[in-house]
């Protein structure tokens, strides 16, 4: 299964998540995917703390490394940012009337992910911290011996 088809399974049982331009924000991901990396679960929200701003949609892939976020311009260029689980701090969830955010706390950074169906909060926090635990184990395991 492709990222635009993960990305687009998503918004299918998920309908009220604001998310648009699926298949051009898949392609920055599918650009940035290493040798070896394997998706494990994708979504599509707006990486911005406004609920307002509908305009900021990015493609959130996890794979068995990294958080991976992209997102195409509408003329030209793109944004990327990877997340390693040994910069990831915490993740908080909040939930509102209709919409739901996401929060993720790095050492170097604070991600806001908003306008998300509210449904979709408990599956997507469940992925992501139970990734980012299991990863943390294995770098303590790797660093004790």
Do not use: C
């Amino acid at each position: 299964m492709t990222i635009y088809e993960r990305l687009k399974a998503f918004k299918r049982k998920y309908p009220r998540t604001l998310a648009w331009r699926l298949r051009y924000h898949a392609k920055i991901i599918e650009k940035h995917l290493n040798p070896g990396e394997k998706v494990i679960y994708a979504f599509a929200a707006q990486k911005n703390d406004n609920p307002f701003d509908i305009l900021s949609t990015f493609a959130f892939v996890l794979t068995n490394k990294r958080i991976m976020i992209g997102r195409k311009r509408f003329f030209f260029g793109y944004l990327f940012t990877a997340i390693t689980p040994d910069l990831f701090n915490d993740l908080k969830v909040n939930m509102g009337i209709i919409w739901g955010k996401i929060y993720i706390d790095t050492i170097k950074e604070f991600v806001a992910i908003s306008n998300i169906d509210d449904r979709a909060l408990p599956e997507i926090e469940t992925m992501i911290t139970e990734f980012m635990m299991e990863q943390k184990k294995l770098l303590q395991e790797n660093k004790q011996k």
